[in-house]
């Protein structure tokens, strides 16, 4: 390793720390004073059988700790199509139609079977029988309506509708309490693929006003307490339809601060986390008390460009800032080769649709692009990360110093975990980010049609937006795959992400945890399986 690469190590170290009468009986008057009497002695009392009341067995299936990230800062919801749904809260509360199992296929979740007619566009999918709500309510095919026009309701602003806007609300039906048919505004021939987003929760038909306080879903466990400031905790749901759950319960605490969240485990405060940096891995290897999975995934780093402000909307510019950086260096020393290189493309390479790119950096290019652009002399730029990331602060100073190579002055602005998400992203023109694997049609819609909820850059592009049309009404898959790879193309080398690479996901727990599966994504574990030892 070079004397750079050394240095470079040496700023990224990170070292976080986390400050964590009885009475007597009353005396009784003596009775007065009276002259005996003799009274015959009295029969003794029939003696009368009590019955003994057993106590309650203790529940032995253990206490999960685990952790969210404050990501919303105090204004996380239960309600899982609502934009700060409360991660991991919705995967313990609620089920979905579709999940994928641990070889990306979709599976039966509530629906049991789906089928499509032979245009594409009507799909009709058969629920799963015996269901019910944490209140007991039988689960049916109205939920199933209620959820979905629930989600695409403009006024709740989901960032799920940019994926889902095919599905006609009013064209929703229930030919029994089993059968939904859903009819699309065109033909898609992955519907399925859609249902397994993290968030297409099944909520009760006309619980919105009330979902905040109950959580009431099908899922493997029940709300116990919501405390956003100190510790939300959820209880076994013993009568989910999969199976009773093998823990007792789950409680499961705010640490915004990556290197907080380290401490955590270190201290026995929580017994697990994921998504953590590879460098923090050297600080658990060789610990008995730990396990490890380092798994290949689609979650990808990313620092976003508002195309709309200067001097982002300048494509020349974009395109400049793109060429700096170096994919291979940043994945050698952010993540420790723990990782994929992406090339911008948000599309992970495990995906059906996936286009491998080329993305070399050319200092001298990204000079000569600033130059025409109107910037002969450089240009300066703040980029505002947080530790609410462990890997935004490392990525931000690595690639500082690869754009000062072409001029390009990066100032890296680091504000509070707590902040990050509600106060900077989506607000200032350069910023960290992060997204979770998502299939091809779902990363591409929302996160990139024009006016997507989380449309973090702000492109909009009109040739896009005909690819993602033309791909969804295609019947034919190697003609979806074509126009799929034209859109991932458009985006990677004309909108505002610059995609170093994808990060493998980290898992590390403790060894009393059993279950956990290494091949499922976080959003597709069976939670229910989970078990943990005393």
């Known amino acids: 390793m070079n004397t750079k690469k ?6 990224l170290m990170l070292v976080g720390a986390i400050v ?17 009497v003799e009274e015959e002695p009295a029969a003794p009392a029939e003696e009368v059988p009590v019955e003994e009341v057993a106590e309650p067995a203790e529940d032995t299936r253990g206490t999960l700790r685990w952790v969210h990230y404050n990501q919303w800062g105090g204004q996380e919801s239960l309600d899982p199509f609502s934009p700060t749904r409360m991660l991991p809260l919705i995967y313990l509360l609620y089920d979905r139609l579709v999940v994928l199992d641990a070889n990306g296929v979709p599976a039966g979740d509530l629906a049991t079977s789906w089928e499509p007619d032979e245009t594409g566009q009507t799909w009709t999918f058969h629920l799963r029988e015996g269901v019910k709500f944490h209140d007991g309510t039988p689960f049916t095919a109205q939920d199933v309506v209620y959820s979905f026009q629930h989600m695409l309701d403009p006024d709740l602003a989901s960032p799920l509708a940019s994926t889902l806007n095919l599905i006609d609300p009013e064209g929703i ?4 309490d089993l059968t939904v048919v859903f009819n699309l505004t065109t033909p898609h021939a992955d519907f399925p693929f859609l249902l397994t987003d993290y968030r297409a929760r099944i909520i009760a038909d006309g619980s919105v006003g009330t ?13 116990e307490v919501m405390d956003l400031e100190g510790t939300t905790s959820v209880v076994a749901n013993d009568n989910y339809w999969a199976g009773k759950p093998a823990l007792a319960r789950i409680t499961v605490v705010g640490i915004g601060d990556s290197d907080a969240r380290v401490q955590a485990l270190l201290a026995d405060q929580i017994d697990y986390d994921e998504e953590m940096s590879a460098e923090v891995i050297q600080l658990f290897e060789g610990n008995p008390d730990f396990v490890i999975q380092n798994n290949a995934a689609g979650y990808w780093q990313t620092m976003s460009m508002n195309v709309t402000v200067p001097p982002f909307d300048d494509p020349l510019v974009r395109e400049a800032m793109k ?29 059906q649709y996936y286009l491998k ?22 240009l300066t730029v703040t980029l505002t990360v947080s530790d609410v990331d462990p890997l935004m602060v490392p990525l931000a100073v690595v ?4 754009a000062a190579e072409a001029g390009i002055t990066v100032e890296i602005n680091q504000i509070p975990s707590d902040a990050f998400w509600s106060e900077a992203w989506l607000i200032e023109p350069f910023v960290g980010s992060h997204w979770g694997e998502r299939p091809a049609d779902q990363v591409l819609n929302e996160v990139f049609r024009c006016g997507a909820a989380w449309g973090e850059t702000y492109w909009c592009n009109d040739e896009f937006e005909q690819n993602l049309d033309d791909a969804r009404t295609s019947l034919d898959f190697e003609d979806r795959k074509a126009i799929y790879q034209r859109a991932q193309e458009l985006q990677s080398s004309e909108g505002g992400e610059i995609i170093p690479f994808f990060v493998n996901n980290i898992r590390i727990f403790s060894t009393r945890l059993q279950g956990v599966g290494a091949s499922y994504q976080y959003s597709n574990m069976p939670y229910y399986l989970w078990s943990i030892s005393e």
């Not at 009784?28 to 009276?34: D, R």
């Not at 039906?173 to 029994?176: A, F, G, H, L, V």
């Not at 070399?360 to 692009?369: C, F, G, R, S, T």
């Open 6 to 11: 050394r240095l470079w190590m040496i700023s």
């Open 20 to 36: 964590i009468a009885a009475c007597g009986p009353a005396a009784t008057a003596e009775p007065p004073a009276a002259a005996p």
């Open 173 to 176: 039906s229930t030919p029994d």
């Open 211 to 223: 979902i905040e306080e109950t959580g009431n879903g099908t899922g493997p466990f029940i709300l």
């Open 323 to 351: 060429l700096v950086l170096d994919s291979e260096e940043a994945l050698a020393i952010v993540l420790e080769g723990s990782g994929t290189i992406a090339c911008h493309n948000p599309v992970f390479p495990g995906d």
């Open 357 to 378: 790119r080329d993305c070399e950096q050319n200092i001298e290019q990204a000079k000569a692009l600033l130059a025409e652009a109107g910037y002969p002399d450089g």
């Open 399 to 402: 690639y500082q110093a690869q």
